[in-house]
């Protein structure tokens, strides 16, 4: 039962261009979404959040959208960058619930 | 900035050995959490804990495994016969008690069960 979907396993960008990397999910009682990046051989680093009461959050060159009649959500990076390139992970979660995590996007800027 | 960390970074063990993975939280977060991550697989919710109880766990985690905060800042991870299937990273979070709050991971312990 796969609750949150990051349907793309990968996906490579030019450096300097925007990188979108998508995520669905299932159960409508999430609210509260988040992003996070992973190195190899590191933890997960929090990039961004959004709550369900809001449809933008704006971090810098980190932008996530939330559209909750589509049950989507979307994380932007612009301009990317070589040391972006790294696996992207949607989490969500319900009432202040446990996370629950799609299985990843791989991130490769290219120079 | 405050960090999560775990020890060791990498645990070797024979199959049917108990095994403790060890983490620190953020000194003021109040909620504790286990992930682990089966090579080239996602990222999987184990257990949460909070106000010295499990408040959450899932499928995976079944009577071998259990947790503990023996003290005001250690949050360990037993699990007490280990399988080949266990091995795996193993992550460590923590958050603080306000709701909506990201949690924040440590950089993973490496189980390798032989």
């Known amino acids: 039962d796969q609750q949150v979907k990051q349907n793309s396993p990968s996906l490579s960008v030019q450096e300097g261009r925007i990188s979108i990397l998508n995520c669905d999910y299932t159960?409508?009682?999430?609210?509260?979404f988040l992003w996070y990046k992973k190195y190899p051989a590191e933890g997960p680093t929090f990039l961004i959040s959004?709550?369900?009461?809001?449809d933008k959050n704006e971090d810098g060159r980190f932008t996530v959208f939330l559209n909750k009649s589509a049950k989507h959500l979307s994380l932007h990076i612009v301009p990317s960058q070589p040391g972006d390139s790294a696996v992207y992970f949607c989490?969500?979660?319900?009432?202040?619930?446990?996370?629950?995590f799609g299985p990843g996007t791989r991130l490769s800027v290219l120079p | 900035e405050p960090e999560v960390t775990q020890t060791p970074s990498h645990q070797v063990t024979q199959m049917g050995q108990e095994v403790i993975l060890r983490c620190v939280p953020i000194s003021n977060h109040l909620y504790f959490y286990w992930y682990r991550q089966i090579l080239g697989q996602k990222v999987e919710f184990l257990v949460s804990f909070y106000n010295n109880e499990i408040s959450e766990k899932s499928e995976i985690f079944d009577d071998q495994f259990s947790v503990e905060r023996p003290d005001g800042s250690n949050f360990t991870l037993k699990i007490r016969s280990t399988k080949l299937e266990d091995s795996a990273m193993y992550f460590c979070a923590s958050r603080a008690g306000q709701i909506n709050q990201p949690q924040h991971f440590g950089d993973g312990t490496r189980l390798s069960i032989l």
């Open positions: 989490a969500a979660s319900a009432r202040g619930q446990n996370f629950v």
């Open positions: 159960n409508s009682m999430f609210d509260y």
């Open positions: 959004i709550s369900s009461i809001k």
